[in-house]
C-alpha cells in the first residue's frame, strides 16, 4: 500500500518561493512516476510538473522557468520548488504516484500567494 504525505504549504508573498516535498511510504518508490498537480477553487485539478522513474520532467506551460520538480530515491521523496510565485499560483497542491494502471494521491497541501 502506497501512502504519499505533502509537506511545506503555506502563505508566501507575490515573488516569493517555496518548497513543498512528498514523502513516499511504501515499496518501490523509484520505479514511480511522480507528478504534483493544483487545484484552485472553482477550477480543474491540473498537473503542475512530472518526473518520470527515470528522472525525465515535464511541466506546464504557466510554471515553466519558476518550479522546478526533483526526486531523492534514498530518502522517498519528490520536491518541487517553486519561484517567483504568483497570486495566480494559489491552490491546493497534491502529489501523485502513478505506475501501469496504479496511481496514488496526497491528501494536498495549501498553497496562498498574497501580499
Known amino acids: 500500500q502506497v501512502q504519499l504525505a505533502e509537506l511545506g504549504g503555506g502563505l508566501v508573498q507575490p515573488g516569493g518561493s517555496l518548497r513543498l516535498s512528498c514523502v513516499f511510504s511504501?515499496?518501490?518508490?523509484?520505479?514511480?512516476?511522480m507528478g504534483w498537480y493544483r487545484q484552485a477553487p472553482g477550477k480543474q485539478r491540473e498537473l503542475v510538473a512530472a518526473i518520470s522513474s527515470f528522472d525525465s520532467t515535464n511541466y506546464a506551460d504557466s510554471v515553466k522557468g519558476r518550479f522546478t520538480i526533483s526526486r531523492d530515491n534514498d530518502k522517498h521523496t519528490v520536491y518541487l520548488r517553486m519561484n517567483s510565485l504568483k497570486p495566480e499560483d494559489t491552490a491546493v497542491y497534491y502529489c501523485n504516484a502513478g505506475r501501469l494502471r496504479l496511481s496514488y494521491w496526497g491528501q494536498g497541501t495549501q498553497v496562498t500567494v498574497s501580499s
Open positions: 511504501g515499496l518501490a518508490f523509484s520505479i514511480y512516476d
